[in-house]
Structures are given as structure tokens and as C-alpha cells.
């Protein structure tokens, strides 16, 4: 059984940086998918960034040029670079992960983190 638990949120000013960590634990094969989703108070929830195990990543247009998913694999966690943060990025942010490809298409994830809150104000 997969196990995500994030870390790193909080709160900043515009302008801000903040880096989320996604610490995966409990299986033996690394999901294929690793993959970063945000759901801010009264939206639905939406991808922000996800990465495969071929090191193929995909970003949201709100967030491109912005922030960088990455993995280290030794440690077996997923990082979250925010630069530049805005205040519609403030939301609740969640680590997830499938065994198969990345997709925000209408395509469920089987495993899911708590969440960590990114509040960025003006």
C-alpha cells in the first residue's frame, strides 16, 4: 500500500518561494506516476504537475515557468518548486500517484497524500 505524506506548506507573500516535499513509502515497485494536485476553497480540484517514471513532466499553464516538479529517488520523495507564488495559488495542495501513466483526463489516481496548505497573500 502506497503512502504519500506532504510537507512544506505554508504561508508566504506574493513574490515568495516555497518547495513541497511528497515522502512515498509501503511499496515495493515506485508508482509510475508521481503527480502534484491543488484544490482552493470553493474549486474543484486540478493538476498543477506530474512526472512519470521515464522523467517525462507535464505542468498546468497556470503554473509553467513557475514551478518545478522533481524526484530523488534515493530518498524516495517528490518535490514541489514554487517561485513567483501568486495568491491564486493559495490552495490545499496534494501528492498523488497511479500505476500507470500520468493523466488529468478524467482518470482516477489510486493513492493520495493528506495534503499541505500554500496560503500566499498580497
Known amino acids: 500500500q502506497v503512502q504519500l505524506v506532504e510537507s512544506g506548506g505554508g504561508s508566504v507573500q506574493a513574490g515568495g518561494s516555497l518547495r513541497l516535499s511528497c515522502a512515498a513509502s509501503?511499496?515495493?515497485?515506485?508508482?509510475?506516476?508521481m503527480d502534484w494536485f491543488r484544490q482552493a476553497p470553493g474549486k474543484e480540484r486540478e493538476g498543477v504537475a506530474a512526472?512519470?517514471?521515464?522523467?517525462?513532466?507535464t505542468y498546468a499553464d497556470s503554473v509553467k515557468g513557475r514551478f518545478t516538479i522533481s524526484e530523488d529517488n534515493a530518498k524516495n520523495t517528490l518535490y514541489l518548486q514554487m517561485h513567483s507564488l501568486k495568491p491564486e495559488d493559495t490552495a490545499m495542495y496534494y501528492c498523488?500517484?497511479?500505476?500507470?501513466?500520468?493523466?488529468?483526463?478524467?482518470?482516477?489516481?489510486?493513492?493520495w497524500g493528506q495534503g499541505t496548505q500554500v496560503t500566499v497573500s498580497t
Open positions: 498523488a500517484a497511479r500505476y500507470l501513466r500520468c493523466s488529468w483526463s478524467g482518470t482516477s489516481y489510486n493513492y
Open positions: 512526472r512519470n517514471s521515464d522523467g517525462s513532466t
Open positions: 509501503g511499496y515495493t515497485y515506485r508508482p509510475y506516476c
